[in-house]
């Protein structure tokens, strides 16, 4: 079983709906204990950096997203929730994240069209048994903020926009996705299929 939070930031139906068309069983989480009962757990999200976290703390989701990090078993970030998995953004001042992978979250900055929206080719910066049988193709973004990792061994795919732009991070069984698998065709997901592979899901 996959799991989905619910803290009233995230497409959940666009991403359920896409599970269910690749064949998987899912579950909506809104309680801290619901997520030991899942084989992988998916963190989508919509919307401000401190406004989020502010929804996970007054759940109790923040310490159970790091302790169900710390077993070992898969977790994905979406948009949004890839940026949390980080250790701070300065959206709307400076928070704090949920610390997990090392690095900022920044604003754009320069004479281009902020927000970034639009489809972007992937160039993969490591092979990881998340992209077999993927090929870089474009997947679809929408964000005004990206992430300036500390360690570019999390950095796993890049893409680009005026600059390098961190697409998909990731460090053992946690990966984050800045742009949307379900909204984006093909690529998204072969993705996010991987992904759900790898939580010993049985296709239902």
């Known amino acids: 079983m996959i799991g989905i939070i619910d803290y009233g930031m995230g497409n959940l139906h666009s991403v359920s709906k896409a599970l269910e068309r690749l064949g998987y069983d899912y579950r909506i989480l809104s309680k801290p204990e619901e997520l030991d009962a899942c084989d992988g757990v998916i963190l989508p999200g919509v919307g401000a950096f401190g406004d989020a976290m502010d929804h996970l703390r007054e759940m109790g989701m923040v310490s159970a997203i790091r302790d169900y990090i710390g077993s070992g078993k898969p977790f994905l970030g979406i948009c949004l929730g890839m940026q949390l998995l ?33 489809w972007n080719r ?25 992430v300036q990792p500390t360690d570019r061994d999390v950095l796993w795919a890049v893409t680009d926009y005026y600059g390098e732009v961190p697409a998909i ?36």
Do not use: T, W
């Open 86 to 118: 980080f250790e701070s953004s300065e959206e709307h001042g400076h928070h704090e994240g949920l610390g997990i992978l090392p690095g900022n979250v920044v604003r754009f900055q320069g004479d281009f069209k902020v927000p970034h929206m639009g």
């Open 122 to 146: 992937l160039s993969f910066q490591k092979q990881v048994p998340l992209f077999d049988g993927v090929e870089e193709g474009h997947v679809y973004f929408v964000h005004s903020y990206y």
């Open 169 to 204: 991070v990731g460090r053992d069984q946690v990966c984050g996705m800045q742009f949307h698998p379900e909204k984006s065709g093909d690529v998204g997901m072969k993705l996010l299929d991987n992904f759900a592979s790898r939580c010993g899901e049985v296709k239902a």
